[in-house]
Nanobody, 126 residues
Framework: QVQLVESGGGLVQAGGSLRLSCAASGGTSRGYAMGWFRQAPGKEREFVAAATSWSGGSTYYGTSVKGRFTISVDNAENTVYLQMNNLKPEDTAVYSC??????????????????WGQGTQVIVSS
């Protein structure tokens, strides 16, 4: 059973930056696909970014964040990061980390992930 705990959310002005962390525990030695998703009030959950759980592996980004957000993995700390730069008010949402056993590709749909963190709130003021 994998446990995921997010941190790093908060209030930031438009144009600012935040770094979210997702600390993972309880997994096996197998590789995982790690994803970040977000959900704003009244909207559907949106894919943000995904990466393999080992450094130097594949990454993929949602269209709305590509070029502004960077996902990275620290194997020594069992932590996945989401560096968010040039934040916009429309980035305001609850951001959640997710994981599943890696099966040769990075899933973009939330339904394909088996493990979820509790989420962390990001608010971007204009």
């Amino acid at each position: 059973q994998v446990q995921l705990v997010e941190s790093g959310g908060g209030l930031v002005q438009a144009g600012g930056s935040l770094r979210l962390s997702c600390a993972a525990s309880g997994g096996t030695s197998r590789g995982y696909a790690m994803g970040w998703f977000r959900q704003a009030p009244g909207k559907e959950r949106e894919f943000v970014a995904a990466a393999t759980s080992w450094s130097g592996g594949s990454t993929y980004y949602g269209t709305s964040v590509k070029g502004r957000f960077t996902i990275s993995v620290d194997n020594a700390e069992n932590t996945v990061y989401l560096q968010m730069n040039n934040l916009k008010p429309e980035d305001t949402a609850v951001y959640s980390c997710a994981a599943r056993i890696y099966r040769g590709y990075l899933p973009l749909r939330a339904v394909e992930y088996d493990y979820w963190g509790q989420g962390t709130q990001v608010i971007v003021s204009s």
